[in-house]
């Protein structure tokens, strides 16, 4: 059984900086992706990012330049460094677990995953 839990978060002034930790047991790593995602009260969710099989980090225009992503093989971890945060950057931010490929197309940057975290709430005040 797949499990995906997430930690750090918490609340900032724009501008400042907070670490992410998302950790997964019970999948097999090297046909899998970690995922970061976040969602805003109104809007839909939105992924932030994910590191490909290959190693290739990918992230979505509104964090690009602003956030890194990076993993530990060895702790089946994918770490995510939010760095000059705005207040347009609070929200739940989850992270999920799936595999590679789906449906004869293999890469990280998809909507679809299967293992979810709870959760963890970032807040950056202004």
């Known amino acids: 059984q797949v499990q995906v839990a997430e930690s750090g978060g918490g609340s900032v002034q724009a501008g400042g900086s907070l670490n992410l930790s998302c950790t997964a047991s019970?999948?097999?790593?090297?046909?899998?992706?970690l995922a970061w995602f976040r969602q805003a009260p109104g809007k839909e969710r939105e992924l932030v990012a994910t590191i490909e099989r290959e190693g290739r980090t990918r992230y979505s225009d509104s964090v690009k330049g602003r956030f890194i992503v990076s993993e530990d093989s060895t702790k089946n971890s994918l770490l995510l460094e939010m760095n000059s945060l705005k207040p347009e950057d609070t929200g739940l931010y989850s992270c999920?677990?799936?595999?590679?490929?789906?449906?004869?197309?293999?890469?990280?940057?998809?909507?679809?995953?299967?293992?979810w975290g709870t959760g963890t709430q970032v807040t950056v005040s202004a």
């Open positions: 019970g999948y097999p790593y090297l046909r899998s992706c």
């Open positions: 999920a677990a799936g595999i590679y490929c789906v449906s004869g197309v293999c890469s990280c940057w998809r909507q679809e995953y299967t293992s």
